[in-house]
């Protein structure tokens, strides 16, 4: 997709963080945007900021993990607008525990969001992207789908699962010749809130942790802003790459993983060794 002016594009998890930027961006740019998110008010604001471009703008309350409000709203979003020419999949959410402790409904609130919701919101919006002149599938993935960190079993279940389904569909879309293409997100450390909304389980205590000071932590080592990512996304799209790293850190972790498992699995191991001792 070389230019964005006069296109449709569908964000999910539009209310904060990477969705709001990108929406705002594309908003500036001239694209016509359908938002949804569980967080109405959130949602409202994100909204008003992109209003005022001569763009329209429609928005609707959805839980992506549920496949029936998704392939819903799908349908609206292309009645509404006349067409769709693009998706972001970029609704998520974050669970810190251990793997062997974890509450299955746990994993399965992060694995029904952060994959499922990939799932439905790609399978939903692929027909009407075939329908356009030109379609985009756009699927936010992370850096803990490149590398596993003690702590996030789930969290990498999730991301991993999205990389290998966006590039597989990738493929398939190229072997049919069609006009829908696919691009996967990795982003690194974000100033968003994700860690503070998300969930947190006094297990991650056993490997060094503290629940009660994820988000602090985090926002020491958040390289980017939203906008930033935003901006480096949308010119992923324009490029039509395979894969996106968002951001320094994020190119850091794409070296680890290129690295014998055991190399970086030991610095993670060490460092909450270190943790434990003090």
Known sequence: MKQFSGRVVAITGAASGIGRALATDLASRGAHLALADLDAIGLAETVGMCEGHGVKVTSATVDVADRAEMFAWAD?????????NMIVNNAGVN??????????????????????GVVHGT??????LHRADEGHVVNISSV???????????Y????FAVRGFSD?????????????????????????????????????RAIGQDPDDMQNEF???????????????????????RRALIGPDAKLFDIAS????????????SSARRELSR
Do not use: C
């Open 258 to 269: 290129r690295l014998p498992a055991g190399l970086y699995q030991r610095f993670f191991i």
């Open 219 to 241: 926002d020491k080592f958040a390289m980017s802003s939203p906008e930033k990512a935003a901006r480096q996304i949308l010119k992923a799209v324009e490029r039509n790459r």
């Open 156 to 159: 990498n279940s999730a991301k």
């Open 144 to 154: 803990f789908g490149l590398v596993s960190i003690p702590g996030q079993s789930a």
């Open 123 to 128: 399978q939903a919006f692929l027909p009407h």
């Open 76 to 84: 609206t979003v292309a009645d509404l607008h006349g067409s769709v």
């Open 95 to 116: 669970l810190a525990a251990t793997a062997a402790n974890q509450s299955i409904s746990d994993f399965e609130w992060v694995m029904d969001i952060d994959f499922w």
């Open 168 to 204: 597989a569909l990738r493929m398939e879309l190229e072997i049919e010749k069609a006009n829908v293409s696919v691009t996967t997100i990795h982003p690194g450390g974000i100033k968003t809130n994700i860690v503070n909304s998300g969930r947190r389980d006094d297990t991650v």
